[in-house]
């Protein structure tokens, strides 16, 4: 295991802060910004290390908040479950894959992701309370979409969330109050399973993985205390510009490795 400073240690818990409080804020895609916070603002310059320890911060984050959705009833466990068995296949390939991408070329790849992600934030409109789906269960899309959520989920190390929740409204026929509370559960098993495959290797600080998830959680109470305060629609426009912004610096600093 890689050794960290005191320095590091303490940036990493505010990084798991900034990631669980834009979490509480604004809900899904969040996570995101917790690879590129641990290589450019804790220091930790080690791609595929950094892709395992968030992975398992952000699997372990998950079930944590999974109990309290679960308690007020907005979790489907079968519709969870049926999601997550074809995802973790994906989770598995997509490790794989990743481990033997080069870095540079992994985290190149991940800020194009990022500028996706940002650009869905802007378009999707925010929903504040359940709709009704629109769209009958349909298992094939269930397992199809599980699989590629999956996929990208062990390649990058990411929640996945962001696609996991859509995808349970249009083919699990699921609100989108239960499909919030029901992606958890994808959620958390593909980020444990990314980040036991990327540890069988030694790619994985479990130390950090603590910090992030001890910031994350006290993150997490502030968002969702201010939640409700503030608007939604502003926020997440806002953070997504903030994704744009740092996914544009790592493919900068990344560049060189297609050249």
Known sequence: ???????????????????????????????????????????????????GTTALAVGINAFLNLIPHARKKHVNFKEGILFSIPGIIGVLIGAELGLITPGSKLLFIFGILMIIIAGYMLKRKCVEVAAEPLHNRSLSKMLTIGFLVGFASGFFGIG????????????????IIQAVGTSLIS?????????????IGGDINIVISVLYIVGGIA???????YASKVSKRLLTKIFAIIIILVAVYMMYMNLSAFL
Request: charged share 5%; proline share 3%.
């Open 160 to 175: 996945g969330g962001f696609l996991i929740v859509p995808g349970l409204i249009y083919a699990g026929a699921l609100n």
């Open 187 to 199: 959620v958390g098993a593909f980020g444990v399973v990314t980040a036991i495959r990327y540890a």
């Open 1 to 51: 295991m890689l050794a960290i400073t005191d320095l590091q240690a303490i940036l990493s818990v505010i990084s798991g802060l900034i990631v669980g409080f834009s979490l509480g804020l604004i809900g899904g895609g969040g996570s995101i910004l917790a690879i590129p916070l641990l290589i450019y603002f804790v220091g930790f310059d080690h791609p595929h290390v950094v892709i």
């Open 219 to 225: 993150g997490g109470w502030i968002g969702t205390y």
